[in-house]
């Protein structure tokens, strides 16, 4: 959802396309009468976007700070051929590039095709843009320079750095409401910058609290689980209040976030910085709705509304993020040295309603009346990165670039499932052999490092001073080691020899997942004039492999009758993919700067494509890999300085991605008992042809500024955005029960009046309130309504895992900044 935005004067977008600020920097920009170009270092050189022959887009701070962009999700819209699927700070929002994605439109979509950076640091969170230099954006893979998970693209942070020779700050507010919400909104922070030795030592703090109202009703959860009735008589008002509650504006958020900075340049040729960054975020339930997403036969399909959740629990998470990291540069007269070094730090807890999928499993679990189920899941992650490389300075038609980089990676994944008052319901009706307090169902802690290794270069030569050739190669090696531990302890207390508290984790290795390999780059651009450039590019990404950290199933696992998690051998490793992208550019300025025109044209090749699935036994979420894919298009921006006062600019993407070849069993495979019944594989296999799910087709956004001086001096931008997209398919072809979401547009508005200390914005983001779905969770056939239901869901009338995420409703509030410089 585009967030507390209308995206006004200084934002363009696309391929190669600038952004552009009236108020900026001298040191920042590149200033030339008319519009004002950002500069950019993703190329590893300063130049500014409209120079540099790279399928870019940038956005500065002063935007940022301006225009109320405080996170991905409101730029995405306006970058064509970049989707971010919003679904709430609870799941972290799918990023999707180019149509690079043939998972499910839901969470865990895409599943790391665009890499994410703070400063120099690999680092996956959904930030909270605060203090920020600039954004940039690359479009394409970027395997050469960045190396692993961009086989769309790369994401960088890049925040402002302290100042040596000021001492000055900034203080804002922001208080809003939503359409959908009982509560306002708020945000508040600071910026500080000081010098501690003049000219040397600086320090730099910023600090931003939010608290964001939900708009999600969780109106059904259970009062006490296993002793309330999750499916009440719903004909009975006073059954309906004794077993079940309301939470309203479930889905709210309180985010800190907080940034600490120490520079140190004691010469022009040292510069050190010390940096840490601090994010957690508490959010209270899922952006998820059941209207129009239950069964039928199920009771609440006739009186939910759209912003109600059908779960039977509440289900919260709390996130900590933190980012420690040292970046040097040192002139060494014919090249720059930089070093980065950052250590991170991830820690998620969180509880979600399960009760869908044991009902699905067909166990008899929904035979306990009172029969409900939760998950809790603990994640910690850790991250160290180094890089080293040297950029040549010297002022020749040659240059170069060159570089080692090393990065390891851990996680521990710890997932509990309770069945609170099933025990006692078995002892009382089926003979179990005792009762189990603790409820505890099943258990998985799965543990994963990963490390890569690389070195990387890149060579330009200015052949004329019209034509530049550039080539770059990566060559990588990676290992990925794993083990993971299952238990059943409800199932083997009740029915086997457990104690009433026994738990027995025995971890097991899977196979080591390793490769080593390289990516190339090569890029050629020609400068018709001074104002006119064209550059064709063909580049190379990359994603490792690795394990799926599941056991694996006992040799009689066909002749089991009870209940198994594990992995069949083709079910154990999953392999690397990657990316070729082939791409055409052209960038243009005109009339003395006051009109800019980009386009694009691409064609993106897909080998070997990782796709989320899930075990033939227990269902346990592993990734596998599909045959081949395509992705082909065209991205066009155009801005225009109408007048001194007036702005306009838009962009259009055309994206039309594909299966090139069969994927077969991408969404099931059929045991024997399903080909008895007749039911089709080809239902659940990809074809080649198959358009591939979440993102559309069309993308379209349309912006205008007016600037004018009101009330003694004040300055008055009015500022208005349209953005529209068209469908999103929620599965590769519409196969397996997948639908087409429908598209929608948006209109966003905002005037901000300002003088040299102050500003006061007032703003309103989906000003007509429009109802619409990001994405999709499950399919149809949770509900019975599949084209083989009979196969795919047990007693649909009590399911509700089947529902749609919402775009964020009309958001209408006011904004205020006071700067300061001592």
């Known amino acids: 959802m585009f967030k507390k935005s209308a995206l006004c004067l200084a934002l363009s977008s696309a391929l190669a396309i600038p952004t552009y600020s009236y108020a900026a920097e001298a040191d920042k920009k590149t200033a030339v009468e008319g519009i004002e170009r950002i500069q950019v270092t993703a190329s590893r050189r300063a130049s500014t976007v409209q120079e540099a022959p790279l399928n870019i887009t940038a956005l500065d701070g002063d935007v940022m700070k301006d225009q109320n962009i405080t996170q991905l999700s409101d730029v995405a819209r306006w970058v064509p051929g970049l989707s971010v699927a919003d679904q709430g700070g609870r799941e972290g929002s799918p990023i999707i590039v180019r149509g690079l994605n043939t998972n499910s439109a839901g969470p865990a979509s895409d599943g790391g095709t665009v890499a994410t950076y703070i400063g120099e640091i690999p680092l996956v969170v959904d930030m909270k843009l605060i203090d920020v230099e600039r954004v940039e954006i690359l479009i394409g893979p970027q395997g050469t320079l960045y190396g692993a998970g961009t086989l769309g693209g790369a994401i960088r942070y890049l925040p402002n750095k302290p100042v040596l020779d000021e001492t000055s700050g900034s203080l804002y507010g922001d208080i809003f409401s939503l359409s959908e919400s009982d509560d306002n909104g708020a945000e508040a922070g600071f910026v500080f910058n000081t010098p501690l030795i003049d000219d040397e030592l600086a320090v730099r703090f910023a600090f931003n609290y939010l608290n964001e109202p939900g708009y999600v009703d969780y109106n059904y959860v259970v009062r006490e689980g296993g002793v309330s009735l999750p499916d009440p008589d719903w004909t009975d008002a006073d059954a309906v209040s004794t077993n079940l509650k309301q939470i309203k504006d479930a889905n709210d958020e309180q985010t800190t976030t907080a940034k600490a900075m120490i520079r140190w340049q004691p010469n022009d040729t040292f510069d050190a910085t010390l940096s840490y960054f601090y994010q957690k975020q508490n959010v209270g339930g899922r952006s998820i709705v059941h209207g129009n997403s239950l069964s039928a036969t199920n009771p609440l399909s006739n ?29 060494l007269g014919f090249a720059e040295l930089t070093s980065a070094t950052g250590y991170s730090e991830f820690e998620a807890d969180g509880q979600r309603d399960q009760t869908d999928l044991l009902i699905r499993l067909d166990y008899s679990y929904e035979e306990f009346p009172g029969f409900s189920t939760f998950t809790r899941e603990v994640d910690d992650a850790e991250n160290f990165t180094q890089e080293i490389r040297l950029v040549s300075t010297a002022d020749s038609p ?6 080692g980089y090393y990065n390891k990676f851990e996680k521990t994944e710890d997932s509990r499932e309770y069945t609170p008052g099933f025990a006692q319901y078995a002892v009382d009706n089926w003979g179990a052999n005792q009762n189990r307090p603790d409820a505890l169902e099943y258990i998985s802690i799965v543990n994963e490092e990963v490390t890569e290794s690389a070195i990387f270069g890149e060579i330009t030569y200015s052949v004329t001073d019209k034509l530049t050739v550039m080539a770059g190669a990566r060559f990588y090696d990676y290992e990925v080691n794993s083990s993971s531990a299952i238990d059943l302890p409800l199932y083997y207390t009740l029915f086997e020899d457990y104690a009433a508290d026994e738990v027995n984790l025995d971890f097991k290795s899977t196979p080591t997942a390793a490769d080593d390999g390289s990516l190339f780059k090569l890029n050629a651009s020609y400068q018709f004039s001074d104002d006119v450039m064209a550059y064709a590019t063909i580049s190379e990404g990359f994603r490792v492999g690795g394990a799926n950290g599941v056991a694996a199933c006992p040799d009689d696992i066909a002749e089991s009758d009870i209940q198994n998690v594990c992995a069949l051998a083709d079910e154990a490793l999953y392999e690397a993919d990657t990316t070729t992208n082939y791409e055409l550019g052209f960038k243009s300025t ?7 025109f980009n386009a694009a044209l691409f064609r993106v090749e897909w080998d070997n494509a990782q796709v989320a699935g899930a075990t033939f036994y227990g269902q346990q979420i592993i990734t596998s890999n599909a045959a081949t894919a395509e992705s082909r298009g065209v991205e066009i921006s155009t801005r225009a300085m109408l007048s001194d006062s007036l702005i306009a600019y838009a962009t259009y993407a055309y994206t039309n991605a594909e299966l090139t070849k069969d994927a ?11 080909i008895d019944a007749g039911v089709e594989q080809d239902y659940y296999d990809g074809k080649d042809g198959d358009r591939l799910p979440g993102t559309p087709e069309h993308q379209f956004s349309f912006g205008a500024t007016y600037s004018t001086e009101v009330f003694d001096d004040t300055l008055l931008d009015i500022n208005y955005g349209l953005t529209y997209q068209s469908d999103v398919y929620s599965k590769v072809g519409l196969r397996a029960d997948g639908e087409a979401l ?3 547009a948006l209109s966003n508005i905002s005037a901000r009046f300002s003088k040299d200390e102050w500003s006061v914005t007032l703003y309103a983001d989906n000003m ?24 795919n869901s047990n007693d649909a009338s009590l399911q509700r895992n089947y529902g749609h995420y919402l775009i964020t409703p009309r958001t209408v509030g006011v904004r205020f900044e006071y700067m300061f410089d001592l």
């Open 768 to 791: 007509f309130d429009k109802y619409a779905f990001s994405s999709v969770r499950r399919d149809k056939g949770d509900i019975g309504l599949a084209k083989y239901s009979e196969m």
């Open 590 to 596: 005109w009339f003395s700067n006051k009109f800019h």
């Open 398 to 403: 040659l240059t170069w670039i060159v570089g």
């Open 742 to 744: 429908p598209g929608y």
């Open 664 to 674: 077969p069993f991408l969404f099931k495979v059929l045991n024997q008992g399903e």
């Open 303 to 331: 009186v939910i509304g759209d912003y109600e959740s059908a779960y039977r629990y509440d289900e919260p998470r709390e996130k900590e993020d933190s980012l420690l990291s040292l970046e040097l540069t040192v002139d």
